[in-house]
């Protein structure tokens, strides 16, 4: 036998799984992209500078954060997932330092104040997107109806859907009648031209009448952030994370499941509607949910380590953004829901260890 | 649920890559000239030397006196002169002291296969002592004398015997061929076993991966007239660990930081159990194994009956040398196994394997920061929390590592294997454990 180089010495095991870091992010990136894509489709090239702008503060936090700790972690792709979600999280007329202050606030302050990676309490992204909203709270609240929804020759602001119908009960000071969907109509909020084709085609098809605003909300057709709109793209994001067990199906089911059953049950109650009377498919369809149950909420970092804490995170996440969303100030409640809960995420941890082998229930202790 | 037996938590399903030798049938190796065969194989005081350099020693003959009850005996595998005794390193890290033989003259049993001895009216304490004089340890790899295992403490009903034919560790093949090519001698070790240990009821786990040797060791038993359930396991890592086999089988769990004879249980590999067999009815020494010869980068993968003491160089000879530059050599399988990287270094009695991997099979991801993605508490089979007890450990915590179960981790690599960040776990639970003993 040849003398050949030194063999590495390492502990066992010996083999590894596929699975690293970058892949993880990699794959939570690639997940998001076609939602982004439409965002920037929907909203004009001017999207497009605001993700840009978010990347490279992204971009610029982490070399700082971890240049201060003499690291270079740029190719864990984690910090260019923060860049993305800041901005997906973003109205698309937002002045461009708002973006980069976000991405920059929350690389260096949410995480490398913490330690990097791995060692923050709380989502970067939405840390960072919460810090803005509360510094420029004007402009992350003017939100443009899209030229493909309205059909104008060119976009106008307005409300997003969820805050038409905030600001149109508190002005009413009372129950709307109807539901959220028609109270939108009496408000006059435009439906796509698509969209109502969509519905009349759908009922001449199987005769089940549909509301067009909620195929352009399922389709994105509709004003918001620029990741957050097209509910279609999203979950076809989330699944394919689920297939890849990118994240657990735990986080986004009890999540959305613990909302829409409140939604069911109270959400009737605004519009002067009895209980279960509420409008879960528009609840689902509307807002940052989506965005938020299947990619923000699922963070590693900052949710539970085991299935069990996963599933009492998701519900008070979920029992939050009902909470906010229909007795809040607030249209919309998913970020600061998750934030919150990621304050619980150590006492989760602490009180969900998992159960040893071999050793008494009673006895159960959390390492 | 199907009705396939497996152990309820953790666990994943590591590449097999068994197939690259589970139909390659086991020969004798080549016996090298000269053959080092160490003098601690096995777990407890190493055995002391009774040769000099100079001397002459018979196939099967006695070189290393157990040293105490947790201790074995070593024989020399081969007719020759003693050499020297000199230091060696084990693929472990353990250095101990080996005796060397040159290899010559005429061989005292090989190719006699016949029983020499009416083993079937001997009694528990007579075939205990043949098993001790014999050197035998446990050949899953922890290598543990078997006489202090088997030997039931007065008054200890045992309710179970349970043989690990499981051979959960990707790679190897050499328990699949033995269960394949050696059922019957399989079968009446297990009767020898039974006589010793008198248990109620006895079982063989097997993963469904080796339908054929659960079959193989059906009809033995029935033709041997052995009452016995064949298990077949659902293929899952760390399924032949003895705490999942038993919870498996008998649904029961083996207490932390208790032994298997707690819940009325003695478990054995199937390997033992053919060395037990052979030590008893051929009154033959441990002095030889069946070794898996695997990996990428190996020419010609194989499962080689390997005199003890033999240099891995020349397994890796014989099975036509390297086809690619490996990166790694692993002696035992690659979940748990060792690195090493003198080729000198020998067969030990508990080397079930010998693995040359290329950089593609040891690939890794490179290290990060732990994610908290939770994937090492929900793939430990012990119910541990790894992410947490690292960092314990890494913060010098080792009370609270220990309090946290520490001592339960079997260091069986499931949670490093998944783990996303590449955290050294099991270095660091190794290195837990040690810091734990000297300060606690």
């Given amino acids: 036998m040849e003398d050949e180089k030194l063999k590495l010495i390492t502990g066992s095991p010996q083999i590894h799984s596929l699975a690293s870091t970058s892949r993880v992010m990699g794959g939570v990136i690639l997940a998001l992209l076609p939602a982004g894509i439409w965002g920037v489709w929907l909203f004009g090239p001017r999207a497009g500078a605001v993700i840009l702008v978010s990347l490279a503060g992204a971009a610029a936090g982490e070399l700082i954060g971890a240049g201060l700790m003499k690291k270079n972690t740029l190719a864990d792709g984690s910090a260019f997932l923060t860049g993305l979600l800041v901005a997906y999280n973003m109205p698309v007329s937002v002045p461009l330092y708002v973006p980069a202050t976000a991405s920059l606030f929350a690389l260096l302050v949410a995480k490398w104040t913490f330690g990097g990676l791995g060692n923050n309490w709380i989502n970067p992204a939405l840390a960072g997107r919460v810090f803005v ?113 990118i994240i657990n199906w735990e986080i986004p089911f009890f999540y959305l499941g613990s909302f829409a059953l409140l939604t069911g049950i109270f959400g009737g109650l605004p519009f002067g509607k009895g209980l279960f009377a509420g409008d879960v498919v528009f609840h689902l369809l509307s807002g940052g949910l989506i965005l938020g149950a299947f990619f923000m909420a699922t963070d590693m ?63 159960t202790k959390a390492a | 649920m199907s009705g396939i037996k497996t152990f309820p938590k953790g666990g994943l399903h590591p590449p097999g890559r068994k197939a690259l030798c589970s139909s390659v049938e086991i020969k004798n190796a080549v016996i090298p000239p000269v053959l080092t065969v160490p003098l601690q194989q096995h777990l407890g005081k190493p055995a002391l030397p009774l040769v000099e350099p100079g001397m002459e020693v018979r196939e099967g003959m006695l070189i290393g006196r157990a040293d105490g009850f947790i201790s074995a005996n070593v024989h020399s595998p081969v007719p020759g002169r003693v050499k020297s005794l000199k230091a060696v390193f084990l693929p472990n890290g353990l250095q101990t002291q080996a005796v060397e033989i040159e290899f010559f003259g005429e061989f005292d049993r090989s190719g006699r296969r016949t029983e020499g001895r009416k083993w079937e009216d001997l009694g528990a304490e007579e075939l205990l002592k043949i098993v001790e004089d014999q050197g035998i340890v446990g050949m899953g790899g922890a290598t543990f004398p078997a006489h202090a295992k088997f030997k039931v403490p007065q008054g200890t009903r045992i309710e179970y015997l349970v043989i690990n034919g499981v051979e959960c560790e990707p790679y190897l093949c050499s328990d699949h061929r033995l269960m394949l090519e050696k059922p019957r001698e399989i079968i009446r070790g297990i009767r020898i076993l039974r006589t010793i240990i008198q248990p109620e009821k006895i079982a063989i786990g097997v993963e469904l991966n080796k339908a054929d040797a659960i079959e193989a060791l059906r009809k033995a038993a029935e033709a041997e007239g052995l009452p016995l359930a064949v298990v077949p396991l659902k293929v899952k890592y760390p399924q032949g660990d003895e705490k999942q086999l038993l919870k498996a089988v008998t649904r029961r769990e083996v207490p932390s930081g208790a032994l298997p004879s707690a819940i009325g249980a ?42 003890i003491g033999t240099p891995i160089r020349s397994l890796i000879e014989e099975c036509g040398g390297f086809r690619e530059p490996p990166v790694k050599l692993v002696a035992g399988g690659p979940m748990m196994g060792f690195t090493f990287y003198d080729p000198e270094t020998p067969v030990t009695k508990g080397t079930s394997g010998i693995l040359a991997l290329t950089k593609q099979e040891a690939a890794a991801a490179p290290r990060t920061f732990c994610l908290q993605c939770g994937k090492c508490i929900a793939v430990c089979p012990m119910g541990l929390n790894p992410t947490g007890l690292f960092k314990l450990i890494d913060h010098s915590g080792y009370a609270r590592a220990v309090e946290g179960g520490l001592l339960d981790c079997k260091e069986c690599g499931a949670c490093a294997f998944a783990c996303p960040a590449h955290i050294p776990l099991v270095q660091g639970f190794k290195l837990g454990k040690l810091m734990s003993r000297k300060e606690l």
Avoid: H
């Fill in chain 2, 266 to 307: 003695v478990v054995s590999n199937v390997g033992t159990v053919f060395a037990v067999y052979e030590a008893v009815a051929l009154d033959k020494p441990l002095i030889e194994r069946v070794v898996t010869v695997s990996g990428g980068a190996i020419a010609a993968p194989a499962n080689l009956k390997v005199r």
């Fill in chain 1, 301 to 363: 970092v900052t949710s539970p380590l085991t299935k069990k804490g996963m599933i009492i995170y998701a519900l008070g996440t979920g029992f939050l953004t009902f909470l906010i969303r229909q007795y809040g100030s607030f249209p919309e409640g998913v970020s600061l829901a998750i934030i919150l809960m990621n304050i619980f995420v150590p006492v989760i941890n602490r009180y969900t260890g998992p159960k040893r082998f071999g050793v008494a229930k009673t006895k």
């Fill in chain 1, 133 to 245: 909203f509360f510094s420029w709270t004007s402009a992350m609240t003017k939100w443009t109806l899209p030229v493909k929804l309205t059909g104008a020759a060119e976009a106008v602001t307005g409300a997003t859907v969820l805050g038409a119908v905030k600001t149109g009960l508190a002005d009413l000071g009372g129950p709307g009648g109807g539901g959220p969907v028609e109270f939108l109509k009496s408000l006059d909020f435009p439906a796509s031209a698509f969209a109502q084709d969509l519905a009349r085609g759908f009922q001449g098809l199987t005769g089940l009448e549909t509301e067009a605003l909620k195929w352009d909300l399922f389709f994105g057709l509709t004003p918001g952030c620029i990741g957050e709109v097209s509910t279609l793209l999203l979950l076809l994001g989330g699944a394919a994370l689920l297939f890849t067990r």
